[in-house]
């Protein structure tokens, strides 16, 4: 979420260069106000890779048990902005023990040594928050066994980083990162002796930001559940360390923790994951249940649209639709083309998936990421519901665009289930075909009927239709409905029943059928998932057919087997270590 250097206009860089010089000159801080409560949540696993020399950063490997972090040529800005970011300081003090707190305390100071006068590519407001909320939150393991000068010098580099932000946090793109560049200055000012002029400016700050950046059903222009969780946990900390230092919480901050709360309960699956939609994971393990507690309220989840997204649940299973046209603006330059695409989790257990987001895999990756064929949804004529162009020519970024405009829905309850219908005109514009989905989930939580519809709705439709059925020589619109499985469900086709059934790992089996209007086929898929070094390899069921009327109707449905027992005991899913030693896609480095 940071903002790279090459996505900077060149008067912003200017100024970061700046006023990260002239930080040099600021007086620096003694010590803490109070020792501070650690509040990130790292991943061991990760942390544990690192102790042991394996550092994976935005997709790349470099495995060495004495090559130094900064030693490291960073293969392109997303590696640089993760290690400026010190995440990965999280995920060392994780792990905890001498060995974590070693390498911690090394890297810690050779960036200091590098970097804390000011210089180098991580002094930009975005970057400088993340780095300021985790130095503070894991000083009491860094700082332990440190000489008096060493912890001088890291006093030092924050006050210096917090000067910085209060200069520069309006840099910031408005929305994620602007917060988090004042969430890291407030923390800094109300941590740091002698720093607290530097907290009322910034509270009010943020208060602006969060009725800015929050509307009023608790949701963010990007539409990315994961970006919204990231920003609750986010308000979290900032009211917690207001709270500490005895200081008021503006209302404002308040209410924009309890706009958000129901919203991501909406956006979360059976399993307390998070439904993956624009760029958004399913988010670090317990961090949302951990977040959720932390900002109390009601615990019930939003009710009818959340984000532009709409959850059905019922027993042990949950769908979450992508019910609303893709973001717009600055927003759409990491957007999707999923709009009707939906998830579906049984248990603990995801089933039907989107592949995910790409970027940690590079720019190709990223690509099919956002494609329609990626999602859980229909694609027309082997195109997506919205296209990509570059933003400009320097950036490298790509904005989706046209796409659907219209999302008509409606949400029923009828007796024994609850039903949801939308449609999006996404198609209509090339060929003049409206695309329409209908889900029937019954409260028993064993059967998801569900209808897919193609029709020209008015007579320019139809024309349109006419045109572009005239230019595939009569053969019709080809049409794939994509069903992406998650890597952890067996597939087992049966062509004689023309059915597939999907085994979970808690004993489940899920059967898909349908009305034979289409072609049934299993196919291979991909699961893309950040801290990997390529996708995951997967199978995704495809129904295939050609529309060649003014109307295509197909119906199937996913139902537990008979044989399935309506309650099963689950299990954990077993960590698995997801660092491969290679990347056959060429994006791992290697130093020996």
Request: charged residues 25%; glycine residues 10%.
């Amino acid at each position: 979420m940071a903002t790279t250097g090459s996505t900077l206009g060149r008067k912003d860089r200017l100024l970061n260069r700046h006023y990260a010089w002239r930080s040099r000159y600021k007086a620096a801080g003694h010590g803490f106000v109070r020792e501070p409560v650690p509040r990130t949540i790292g991943n061991a696993l990760r942390g544990q890779r690192l102790v042991e020399g394996k550092l994976l950063f935005a997709g790349y490997l470099v495995t060495s048990d004495d090559t130094d972090l900064w030693d490291v040529r960073a293969p392109d800005g997303a590696f640089e902005n993760e290690r400026q970011g010190f995440d990965w300081l999280d995920d060392l003090a994780a792990v905890g023990g001498f060995q974590a707190r070693r390498k911690a305390q090394r890297w810690l100071r050779v960036w200091i040594d590098l970097y804390g006068m000011g210089a180098g590519p991580g002094w930009t407001p975005e970057l400088t928050g993340r780095r300021v909320i985790r130095w503070i939150n894991n000083a009491m393991f860094v700082l332990h066994g440190l000489k008096t000068a060493e912890r001088e010098q890291f006093h030092a580099a924050l006050s210096r980083q917090a000067w910085f932000l209060s200069k520069r946090w309006r840099a910031a793109r408005p929305g994620v990162p602007r917060i988090e560049a004042l969430c890291g200055l407030i923390y800094a000012a109300l941590s740091l002796e002698g720093h607290a002029v530097l907290a009322d400016p910034a509270v009010t700050a943020l208060a602006h930001e969060c009725n800015a950046a929050i509307d009023g059903a608790g949701g963010l222009p990007s539409r990315n559940p994961e970006e919204l969780l990231h920003v609750l946990v986010l308000l979290n900390w900032a009211a917690a360390a207001l709270l500490e230092a005895g200081r008021g919480t503006p209302p404002a901050l308040h209410e924009a923790i309890d706009r958000v709360a129901p919203t991501l309960r909406a956006l979360a699956h059976g399993d307390g994951a998070l439904a993956r939609f624009h760029g958004g994971g399913r988010g670090l393990e317990g961090l949302l249940e951990h977040a959720l507690a932390d900002a109390g309220g009601k615990r019930k989840p939003r009710q009818g649209t959340a984000m532009g997204f709409i959850r059905l649940a019922a027993a042990r299973t949950s769908v979450i639709i992508d019910a609303a046209p893709p973001p717009k603006g600055w927003a759409a330059t990491d957007a999707h083309a999923s709009t009707l695409a939906f998830e579906m989790t049984s248990a603990r257990r995801p089933l039907i998936v989107n592949a995910g987001s790409g970027v940690s895999f590079g720019p190709d990756w990223r690509r099919v990421g956002r494609a329609t064929a990626a999602h859980s949804t229909l694609c027309l004529a082997g195109q997506s519901s919205a296209g990509l162009a570059p933003v400009d020519p320097d950036s490298g970024l790509e904005a989706l665009t046209g796409g659907p405009t219209d999302v008509p829905m409606e949400r029923t309850r009828v007796h024994g289930s609850q039903r949801f219908e939308a449609g999006h005109d996404g198609y209509v514009a090339a060929c003049g075909l409206t695309h329409a989905r209908a889900f029937e989930l019954f409260d028993d939580g064993r059967t998801l009927e569900a209808e897919d519809m193609l029709f020209a709705m008015q007579d320019a439709d139809e024309a349109r239709f006419d045109a572009a059925l005239a230019q595939s020589d009569g053969h019709g619109l080809g049409a794939d409905i994509h069903f992406h499985l998650h890597p952890d469900v067996e597939v087992e086709q049966d062509r004689v029943r023309n059915m597939v059934r999907l085994m979970l790992a808690n004993g489940e089996t899920w059967e898909f059928t349908h009305d034979a209007r289409f072609t049934l086929s299993v196919e291979p898929g991909y699961y893309l998932e950040r801290g990997r070094l390529e996708p995951r390899a997967t199978k995704q069921i495809v129904l295939s057919g050609r529309a060649m009327d003014y109307a295509t109707r197909v119906r199937w449905a996913l139902a537990k087997s008979a044989e399935t027992g309506i309650a099963l005991r689950d299990v954990p899913m077993d960590d698995v270590d997801e660092t491969d030693e290679t990347d056959e896609t060429g994006g791992t480095q290697e130093n020996s």
